[in-house]
């Protein structure tokens, strides 16, 4: 596949890297000149361009117009709105994906149509969250603006589920269970599997589901 | 009297704001509280200091019912970026704004917005003083 990374910060060196190692083509954009010369002297991996990927120029010599995504790194949000935007309507890239700087800003990505805003901040803040709470149910992934989520319960003594085989617990409909936890052990459940008190629950369910979902596991909300 | 929000307070968002201010409802907002600062006594409106790439700071300035948004943060990606979202999802009757590059102005242009190109004025009424 080729891929356009706008932004040689940390992110962007380290995404084409690893881009690089799955066999991808990858061209590296970056407006500031010392890097780009840093970078070139580093590394034959990849294409860089010195230039400001916001002018439709730039993208033009990273021919973008030939790749199928374009990533848009760079510490400043509203460039990585424009990035996406030109190379959408512009150049008809297919998927645009840019970092959300300010969280505050998330909005206007989804505005202006940007397919995948990773909003780092609300990523690391919920694996903090997951490390320092003690609640039952943790939402672990959301796919699909959301409508997919994939959630962690931990099974409490009074659960109703507790010493019932997988296949005797009245699920909701749209969800499944995904694995189970137990101690070191990692079990992917059949029909048969136990569910014991203090279990961790990975479970995957619609949005919609979800509720009633950790309603049947573990009993209450 | 017009509602018009102005977005960006440096020299030219200052001489406008400030001018409008005479006769309309206008309200500045800039992130920079200098420049909000320096919009001085002489400025008969409101003061927002903040920053405009949020929604719930732009509904707090009244676009809802704005007649005019202005936007003249020097930031040709900013004001561009702002402008699209607020003519698709408000019903701002003029949305116009300072882009720098041609390019870029020639492009959006095309969405409705109005775009004014400080160079590209200056260079029409040069031409106007061969005539």
Same mark, same amino acid.
């Given at each position: ?18 881009? /690089?190692? &799955?066999?991808? %083509? $990858? +061209? ?5 000149? @010392?890097?780009?010369? #840093? ?23 990273? /021919?973008? &117009?030939?790749? %199928? $995504? +374009? ?5 400043? @949000?509203?460039?990585? #709105? ?41 990523? #690391? ?97 | ?131």
């Amino acid at each position: 596949m080729y891929i356009v990374i706008a932004g040689a910060g940390r992110l962007g060196v380290m995404l084409a890297k690893r881009l /690089k190692q &799955d066999d991808h %083509q $990858v +061209c590296l954009i970056e407006k500031r000149e @010392d890097i780009c010369r #840093i970078l070139a002297r580093e590394t034959n991996d990849y294409l860089i361009i010195h230039g400001d990927a916001t002018y439709m120029h730039i993208l033009e010599d990273a /021919k973008i &117009d030939r790749a %199928q $995504v +374009c990533v848009s790194a760079t510490s400043s @949000d509203e460039d990585n #709105i424009i990035i996406c935007n030109i190379a959408k309507e512009m150049f008809g890239v297919k998927r645009t994906v840019a970092r959300v700087n300010d969280p505050k800003h998330i909005d206007f990505y989804k505005y202006m149509d940007v397919d995948n805003p990773v909003d780092s901040t609300a990523i #690391i803040a919920q694996v903090v969250e997951e490390e320092a709470s003690f609640n039952d149910v943790m939402s672990l992934l959301s796919m699909k603006k959301g409508r997919l989520s994939v959630v962690r319960v931990d099974i409490p003594q009074d659960s109703p589920v507790v010493d019932k085989r997988v296949g005797q617990i009245q699920l909701p409909s749209n969800c499944v269970l995904i694995s189970i936890i137990r101690g070191p052990e990692i079990i992917i459940p059949s029909g048969m599997t136990e569910i014991k008190s203090g279990d961790e629950v990975i479970a995957a369910a619609l949005i919609d589901q979800e509720k009633d979902l950790v309603r049947a596991l573990i009993g209450k909300l | 009297m017009k509602y018009i929000i102005v977005i960006g307070c440096g020299r030219t968002g200052k001489t406008l704001a400030t001018q409008l201010s005479v006769s309309e409802n206008v309200v500045a907002i800039d992130k920079d509280l200098a420049a909000i600062e320096d919009l001085g006594d002489h400025f008969n409106g409101k003061k927002v200091c903040a920053d405009a790439l949020d929604i719930t700071v732009l509904e707090q300035a009244g676009i809802k019912k704005a007649d005019t948004l202005f936007l003249l943060t020097g930031n040709d990606n900013l004001n561009l970026v702002i402008g699209k979202v607020v003519k698709r999802l408000y019903n701002v009757g003029n949305v116009v704004l300072q882009v720098h590059d041609p390019d870029k102005k020639k492009t959006f242009q095309k969405e409705g917005l109005t775009i004014v190109s400080r160079n590209y004025l200056i260079a029409e009424v040069l031409k106007k003083c061969i005539s």
